[in-house]
C-alpha cells in the first residue's frame, strides 16, 4: 500500500482533544455518561447478566494472577455470600459469556471460579470497610434468608443500624431449609453469615414478627422496616386424593431431611421441574439406599414439559442422570390413587394429548413451587416498609433476590438520607496489555470434580472444587472483555496490518459509513469488502475476543487500550 500522505499521520501529537465519536466520554479516569454505561453493558455481558452486577472480569483476572484472596473480596463486595454463590448459583452470567457464541467454545466456568476463590482464601471473616460513618438510622429486617441478610450488609455498610429478627432458631432461610448439604456445606454457611453480622448488626433469632413483635410497633420504632419473609406458603395442586398419606410438600421435606430427619417409601414421585424438584429426588435417592444402587423404578421425577423447558443449570441435570433418576417429561398430574385407603400411585396426562397413564407411588413429593405467606403483615402498608427479595417479586433464586436486595437497599437510602450517596461511574484507564495468550483462547473448560457414586451420603458434598492449576486455566480462558481496543481514526493510516491479523471475520470492519447519535455513539454503520469503498477501519466490540492481534500488528500505535470497570462512588451529602 502507498502510505504517501498517510505518514503526517505518524506525527500527530498524542495530546488532542478526545474526539465525540470514541466510544467512551473520556479516554482516563471516571466517566458517567449515558455512552459509557452503555458500552460496560454491551461489552461485559457476564457483569450485566448478573443480577449482583459483579465484576466477573475483575476477579477472574485476580485468579489467573494467583490472587485469590482479592478475587475472594471483589465477590464478597458484590454478591455478598462468594462461597455459596460459587456452589449453589443459578449463573446467568455463564449464559450470557461471550466466550459460549456461536464458534467461540464453551462459556467460563465463571460459578466454579468463583467457588475456587473461596475455598484457596483463609476463612477467617474479611469484614468490609463502612462506605460512610454511623448515621444513627435504624433499620429492621423480617426475614434472615440471603435477601434480608444482603439488605443487612449493604445498610450496615452505608453506617445504618440494623436489626434482623429470624422466626427460625438459626439464620440462612432457604440456605438452611432448602438447598441439601450435599449441594451446600453447613459450615460455609455460618461462615458467610458471620461475616455479615460481624459488620454490628443486631440478630434476634426465635422472633415472630406478627406473633412475638406486632409488625406496626416494629414500624413505630425504626426509621424503616425491611419485610424479606421470602416464599414460605406451598403451592398445592388441587388434585382427587390429595389428602392421602405420603403426599408431602418438597420443602417440608427438605427441612426435615436436614434437621429431624426423615424417611421415604419404597417407590417415590417427585413432582416439578426447577431446583426443589432436583433437591428433593437427590435426597430421596439418598434415603432410600446407597447412590450407588440399582434406582430399579424407586423413584423418579414427573414434570409436565419437556426436558428442554427445566430450569436449573446444565450441571445439576447431569448429575440426575449420574445418580440414575429418570425424569419423566411431558407427564401432566391428574389424580392421586389410592388402594386400601393408602397412596399407591399417580394417574399422568400425557401433555398435550389424550393419553393417560398411571405410575406407582407410595410417596410424593411436591415441588410445585412456593409463594410469600402474607398473613402475618395483615395488608399493612406503610411508608417505611419496604418487601425485598422474593417476598416482594415472587419465587426467584438468590443471586435475583440479593441484586433485589441491593437495588432496594439504595432506594431506601435515599428515602433515609434524602440523597444519592453512592453513585456509579465508568472508571477508564490506560493500559499496556492484557496479559493473556493465544493458547488460553484454545483452554477448554474445566469440568467440575465430583465425588464417586459410592461415596455420595446426605452430608458429602458431591462437587469437590477445582484443584489450584484448573482454577487458574479456567480463570486464564476468560477474554477480559472490561478491555477496550478503538482505533484512534486520526492516527490510523489505513494501511490493513489489522485486517490481516484479526482472527474474527466481523471483529475488525472496513467501513463506508457510520451513523453516531448526539453523545457520539454508533448507531448504525454500512461495511464493505471493497477497499476503494472503505472511508474507516473500524473494531466490532461486540465481535472482539480481546487478543490484541490487531494492536501488535499495527505499524503506526493507531489502537488504544484501556480498562474499562464499573466502580461506585460516595457522592452527596446527607440532608
Ligand atoms: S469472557 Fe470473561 S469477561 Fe467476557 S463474558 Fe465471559 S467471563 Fe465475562
Ligand atoms: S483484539 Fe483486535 S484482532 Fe483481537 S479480536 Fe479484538 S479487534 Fe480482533
Ligand atoms: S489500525 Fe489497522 S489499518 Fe489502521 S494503521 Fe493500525 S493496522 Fe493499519
Given at each position: 500500500?502507498?502510505?504517501?500522505?498517510?505518514?503526517?499521520?505518524?506525527?500527530?501529537?498524542?495530546?488532542?482533544?478526545?474526539?465525540?465519536?470514541?466510544?467512551?466520554?473520556?479516554?482516563?479516569?471516571?466517566?458517567?455518561?449515558?455512552?459509557?454505561?452503555?458500552?460496560?453493558?454491551?461489552?461485559?455481558?457476564?457483569?450485566?447478566?448478573?443480577?449482583?452486577?459483579?465484576?466477573?472480569?475483575?476477579?477472574?483476572?485476580?485468579?489467573?494472577?494467583?490472587?485469590?484472596?482479592?478475587?475472594?473480596?471483589?465477590?464478597?463486595?458484590?454478591?455478598?455470600?462468594?462461597?455459596?454463590?460459587?456452589?449453589?448459583?443459578?449463573?446467568?452470567?455463564?449464559?450470557?459469556?461471550?466466550?459460549?457464541?456461536?464458534?467461540?467454545?464453551?462459556?467460563?466456568?465463571?460459578?466454579?471460579?468463583?467457588?475456587?476463590?473461596?475455598?484457596?482464601?483463609?476463612?477467617?471473616?474479611?469484614?468490609?470497610?463502612?462506605?460512610?460513618?454511623?448515621?444513627?438510622?435504624?433499620?429492621?429486617?423480617?426475614?434472615?434468608?440471603?435477601?434480608?441478610?444482603?439488605?443487612?450488609?449493604?445498610?450496615?455498610?452505608?453506617?445504618?443500624?440494623?436489626?434482623?429478627?429470624?422466626?427460625?432458631?438459626?439464620?440462612?432461610?432457604?440456605?438452611?431449609?432448602?438447598?441439601?448439604?450435599?449441594?451446600?456445606?453447613?459450615?460455609?454457611?455460618?461462615?458467610?453469615?458471620?461475616?455479615?453480622?460481624?459488620?454490628?448488626?443486631?440478630?434476634?433469632?426465635?422472633?415472630?414478627?406478627?406473633?412475638?413483635?406486632?409488625?406496626?410497633?416494629?414500624?413505630?420504632?425504626h426509621d424503616a422496616v425491611i419485610a424479606a419473609a421470602g416464599t414460605l406458603k406451598p403451592n398445592q395442586p388441587n388434585l382427587p386424593g390429595q389428602t392421602l398419606p405420603g403426599i408431602r410438600h418438597g420443602l417440608d421435606f427438605l427441612?426435615?431431611?436436614?434437621?429431624?430427619?426423615?424417611?421415604?417409601?419404597?417407590?417415590?414421585i417427585v413432582i416439578g421441574g426447577g431446583y426443589t424438584a432436583m433437591d428433593c429426588a437427590r435426597t430421596a435417592r439418598r434415603l432410600g439406599g446407597q447412590v450407588a444402587e440399582l434406582n430399579d423404578g424407586k423413584l423418579l421425577i414427573?414434570?409436565?414439559?419437556?426436558?428442554?423447558?427445566?430450569?436449573?443449570?446444565?450441571?445439576?441435570?447431569?448429575?440426575?442422570?449420574?445418580?440414575?433418576?429418570?425424569?419423566?417429561?411431558?407427564?401432566?398430574?391428574?389424580?392421586?390413587?389410592?388402594?386400601?385407603?393408602?397412596?399407591?400411585?399417580?394417574?399422568?396426562?400425557?401433555?398435550?394429548?389424550?393419553?393417560?397413564?398411571?405410575?406407582?407411588?407410595?410417596?410424593?413429593?411436591?415441588?410445585?413451587?412456593?409463594?410469600?405467606?402474607?398473613?402475618?403483615?395483615?395488608?399493612?402498608?406503610?411508608?417505611?416498609?419496604?418487601?425485598?427479595?422474593?417476598?416482594?417479586?415472587?419465587?426467584?433464586?438468590?443471586?435475583?433476590?440479593?441484586?433485589?436486595?441491593?437495588?432496594?437497599?439504595?432506594?431506601?437510602?435515599?428515602?433515609?438520607?434524602?440523597?444519592?450517596?453512592?453513585?456509579?461511574?465508568?472508571?477508564?484507564?490506560?493500559?499496556?496489555?492484557?496479559?493473556?495468550?493465544?493458547?488460553?483462547?484454545?483452554?477448554?473448560?474445566?469440568?467440575?470434580?465430583?465425588?464417586?457414586?459410592?461415596?455420595?451420603?446426605?452430608?458429602?458434598?458431591?462437587?469437590?472444587?477445582?484443584?489450584?492449576?484448573?482454577?487458574?486455566?479456567?480463570?486464564?480462558?476468560?477474554?477480559?472483555?472490561?478491555?477496550?481496543?478503538?482505533?484512534?481514526?486520526?492516527?490510523?493510516?489505513?494501511?490493513?496490518?489489522?485486517?490481516?491479523?484479526?482472527?474474527?471475520?466481523?471483529?475488525?470492519?472496513?467501513?463506508?459509513?457510520?451513523?453516531?447519535?448526539?453523545?457520539?455513539?454508533?448507531?448504525?454503520?454500512?461495511?464493505?469488502?471493497?477497499?476503494?469503498?472503505?472511508?474507516?477501519?473500524?473494531i466490532n466490540s461486540d465481535a472482539c475476543t480481546r487478543c490484541g492481534a490487531c494492536i501488535t500488528a499495527c505499524p503506526v500505535d493507531a489502537i488504544s487500550l484501556q480498562k474499562v470497570t464499573l466502580t461506585h462512588e460516595n457522592t452527596?451529602?446527607?440532608?
Open positions: 500500500m502507498d502510505l504517501s500522505g498517510q505518514l503526517a499521520k505518524l506525527f500527530k501529537p498524542n495530546e488532542r482533544p478526545h474526539p465525540a465519536e470514541a466510544e467512551l466520554s473520556v479516554a482516563q479516569g471516571a466517566a458517567n455518561t449515558a455512552k459509557d454505561f452503555d458500552w460496560l453493558d454491551r461489552n461485559i455481558p457476564c457483569q450485566k447478566a448478573c443480577p449482583a452486577g459483579t465484576d466477573i472480569p475483575g476477579y477472574l483476572t485476580a485468579i489467573a494472577e494467583e490472587r485469590p484472596e482479592d478475587a475472594y473480596r471483589i465477590n464478597l463486595r458484590d454478591n455478598i455470600f462468594p462461597g455459596i454463590l460459587g456452589r449453589v448459583c443459578s449463573r446467568p452470567c455463564e449464559s450470557a459469556c461471550r466466550h459460549g457464541y456461536e464458534g467461540l467454545g464453551e462459556p467460563v466456568a465463571i460459578c466454579a471460579s468463583k467457588r475456587s476463590a473461596a475455598d484457596e482464601s483463609p476463612t477467617d471473616p474479611v469484614i468490609l470497610e463502612p462506605y460512610f460513618p454511623p448515621t444513627q438510622k435504624s433499620i429492621a429486617i423480617i426475614g434472615s434468608g440471603v435477601a434480608g441478610l444482603a439488605a443487612a450488609r449493604e445498610l450496615a455498610l452505608l453506617g445504618h443500624t440494623v436489626t434482623v429478627y429470624e422466626k427460625h432458631t438459626e439464620p440462612g432461610g432457604m440456605l438452611n431449609q432448602g438447598i441439601p448439604e450435599f449441594r451446600l456445606p453447613r459450615d460455609l454457611i455460618q461462615q458467610e453469615i458471620k461475616q455479615v453480622i460481624a459488620l454490628g448488626i443486631t440478630l434476634h433469632c426465635g422472633v415472630t414478627i406478627g406473633t412475638d413483635i406486632p409488625l406496626h410497633q416494629l414500624i413505630d420504632q427441612l426435615e431431611a436436614h434437621t429431624s430427619g426423615t424417611t421415604v417409601g419404597k417407590r417415590v414427573a414434570y409436565r414439559r419437556t426436558r428442554d423447558d427445566i430450569r436449573v443449570i446444565p450441571d445439576e441435570l447431569e448429575e440426575l442422570d449420574h445418580e440414575s433418576i429418570p425424569l419423566e417429561c411431558s407427564a401432566t398430574p391428574l389424580a392421586y390413587l389410592e388402594t386400601d385407603g393408602a397412596l399407591s400411585g399417580m394417574r399422568f396426562q400425557r401433555t398435550g394429548t389424550d393419553e393417560t397413564f398411571e405410575l406407582p407411588a407410595d410417596t410424593v413429593l411436591l415441588a410445585t413451587g412456593q409463594t410469600p405467606d402474607t398473613d402475618w403483615q395483615q395488608n399493612l402498608t406503610h411508608p417505611n416498609l419496604f418487601l425485598v427479595g422474593d417476598y416482594a417479586t415472587g419465587a426467584t433464586d438468590l443471586i435475583s433476590a440479593i441484586g433485589h436486595a441491593k437495588k432496594t437497599v439504595t432506594e431506601i437510602d435515599h428515602f433515609l438520607m434524602g440523597t444519592h450517596r453512592r453513585t456509579p461511574r465508568v472508571q477508564v484507564q490506560t493500559a499496556s496489555a492484557i496479559g493473556r495468550t493465544e493458547a488460553m483462547d484454545q483452554l477448554p473448560r474445566n469440568a467440575m470434580p465430583t465425588l464417586p457414586l459410592e461415596q455420595r451420603t446426605t452430608t458429602a458434598e458431591v462437587e469437590t472444587g477445582y484443584e489450584t492449576p484448573a482454577a487458574l486455566t479456567e480463570a486464564q480462558r476468560c477474554y477480559r472483555c472490561n478491555y477496550k481496543f478503538e482505533i484512534e481514526q486520526d492516527k490510523c493510516i489505513k494501511c490493513d496490518w489489522c485486517l490481516k491479523a484479526k482472527p474474527h471475520e466481523n471483529c475488525i470492519l472496513m467501513l463506508k459509513t457510520i451513523t453516531y447519535d448526539d453523545a457520539g455513539k454508533a448507531t448504525d454503520w454500512e461495511s464493505t469488502e471493497r477497499v476503494r469503498e472503505m472511508n474507516l477501519i473500524w452527596g451529602e446527607p440532608s
